[in-house]
């Protein structure tokens, strides 16, 4: 029974390459060298003995049991060296075996790395080309052709991406953004590194501009009259405040395509025909880009001619109430492309002045400083600006001049309006007052006729009874009358 479990035993030991005996046993060797190494270099690895036992055989064991290189060594000398010319498939597990009487004895693994210099590096995106909407999300991946043991540096604009922030997420040999605004937009360039001690070998990536497209907003329709040849034009605008280039405009009138497109830049123009005081149809205008199709408000081709205008006059006020400016205002009620001018006392008033000022293109006039010098009657005239042979129509004068009146203040309005809602207050309660001792007055007279009528009464029946035949014993009653004074 005991010689089987030795048996066995010694099977188990001779299956794990730890020991071969055949007599008595040897210490464990020791196998040192780095545990890492570029490709096409050299390396060393020692093989040591803590005892010296002749002859002795080294044996560089890779892995499973290949060995790869063999040394006799019959005169003692350790540390026993191994030179290794390393190549791709040089990564693994080493030891050293020796054989000395009949023994064989291994050392523990030494786990060795090779380090591929990286090259090739190249950016991948997704999606591919890197052009997304606002809101959408992308994915580059930095690859390379060779290399191991990588590590790797991300640039934004020229600008390192040290680590995920919520503009990226960096993972690995990726880098992701879930969604994009125009601060993605950019240039991106991967560098990947691989570094062994003191020495480190990089390789770039050529740049990817990422496009980030913002979405098109829908767009607007104006249009101007000029005069060309024997007829007018309408110079026509189509025009989006937002978006990302390049966008196709298409005009439309009366829901019909007009035969020309264009497109480019966030603004298209078109030329169309017109005649003054016709209906030339309802026009709107179609953006268009890779994504979107938007249509801008309907907007009538019409030119209508001006009529005569009015004018009206506001006073402005200071905080404290005080008349200090004036604001005229010039309306008409038809006119599509109206032209303004004023004038003071029938005189043209001067675009420039120290007292006045025009905003609204001419359509309103600011009197900063109202004095004798600019007080007077002043006009608003109009007429077509694209007709430069057109006659002005000119409103009646309103008069405007300086004054010393001042409005009284918030408080002073408060003060009286108080007073007032008290005097009526008061005289109300004056009034019920007189009402009530009246009515009072009223009731006390009614009684005061009624005691006299009951007195008179009385005295009658006495001189009645006096006038009789003969007289007669009779039961007085007695009457009081309470009379309220």
């Known amino acids: 029974?005991?010689?089987?479990?030795?048996?066995?035993?010694?099977?188990?030991?001779?299956?794990?390459?730890?020991?071969?005996?055949?007599?008595?046993?040897?210490?464990?060797?020791?196998?040192t060298g780095p545990s890492m190494a570029y490709v096409k270099s050299t390396v060393m690895f020692e093989c040591k003995l803590s005892e010296t036992l002749l002859p002795l055989t080294y044996e560089l064991v890779k892995d499973s049991g290949e060995v790869l290189q063999t040394t006799d060594d019959s005169q003692g000398v350790q540390p026993i060296i191994f030179s290794l010319r390393v190549n791709e498939k040089s990564e693994g597990q080493y030891y050293c075996r020796v054989r000395a009487r009949g023994q064989t004895i291994t050392s523990h693994a030494l786990n060795f790395e090779v380090v591929i210099p990286v090259r090739g590096t190249h950016l991948v995106s997704n999606p591919d080309p890197p052009v997304i909407y606002e809101g959408k999300g992308f994915t580059l991946s930095c690859r390379v052709s060779k290399g191991t043991h990588l590590a790797y540096i991300w640039y934004h604009n020229k600008h390192e991406v040290a680590s995920s922030s919520s503009l990226h997420h960096l993972s690995g040999n990726t880098l992701t953004v879930d969604r994009a605004t125009e601060r993605h937009a950019g240039y991106y360039v991967c560098?990947?590194?691989?570094?062994?001690?003191?020495?480190?070998?990089?390789?770039?990536?050529?740049?990817?501009?990422?496009?980030?497209?913002?979405?098109?907003?829908?767009?607007?329709?104006?249009?101007?009259?000029?005069?060309?040849?024997?007829?007018?034009?309408?110079n026509v605008s189509c025009r989006s405040e937002r978006g990302s280039p390049p966008v196709k405009f298409q005009l439309l009138l009366d829901g019909k395509d007009v035969p020309v497109q264009q497109e480019g830049s966030l603004e298209a123009w078109f030329t169309l025909p017109v005649n003054v005081g016709m209906d030339m149809g309802t026009l709107q205008c179609r953006a268009e880009t890779d994504f979107q199709q938007l249509l801008s408000d309907p907007k009538d081709l019409e030119v209508v001619p001006v009529r005569r205008p009015n004018v009206a006059v506001e006073y402005l006020q200071t905080a404290d109430y005080v008349v200090a400016a004036a604001l005229l205002q010039c309306s008409i009620n038809s006119g599509t492309f109206p032209l303004f001018s004023w004038t003071f006392n029938h005189s043209s008033l001067p675009s420039q002045g120290h007292s006045h000022a025009f905003t609204l293109h001419g359509k309103s006039l600011i009197l900063t400083d109202i004095n004798a010098g600019n007080s007077g009657y002043y006009s608003c005239r109009v007429r077509d600006s694209f007709n430069s042979n057109s006659s002005w129509l000119e409103s009646e004068g309103v008069l405007v001049e300086q004054t010393d009146f001042k409005m009284p203040s918030v408080a002073v309005i408060?003060?009286?309006?108080?007073?007032?809602?008290?005097?009526?207050?008061?005289?109300?309660?004056?009034?019920?007052?007189?009402?009530?001792?009246r009515d009072?007055?009223?009731?006390?007279?009614?009684?005061?006729?009624?005691?006299?009528?009951?007195?008179?009464?009385?005295?009658?029946?006495?001189?009645?009874?006096?006038?009789?035949?003969?007289?007669?014993?009779?039961e007085m009653d007695t009457v009081v009358v309470e009379v309220e004074v």
């Open 1 to 31: 029974m005991g010689e089987n479990l030795g048996f066995q035993l010694m099977s188990v030991l001779l299956l794990a390459g730890v020991i071969t005996k055949t007599g008595g046993s040897i210490s464990r060797p020791r196998l």
């Open 191 to 234: 560098t990947a590194t691989n570094k062994m001690g003191n020495f480190s070998r990089a390789s770039s990536s050529l740049q990817v501009n990422v496009v980030v497209k913002k979405y098109l907003s829908a767009p607007t329709l104006s249009f101007t009259l000029y005069h060309y040849g024997s007829g007018y034009h309408a």
């Open 414 to 437: 408060a003060v009286a309006f108080c007073c007032f809602l008290l005097a009526i207050i008061v005289g109300g309660a004056c009034c019920l007052l007189w009402s009530i001792k």
């Open 440 to 474: 009072r007055n009223q009731d006390g007279g009614n009684n005061q006729d009624v005691v006299l009528q009951e007195q008179t009464n009385t005295e009658t029946d006495c001189t009645m009874v006096e006038t009789g035949s003969e007289p007669q014993a009779e």
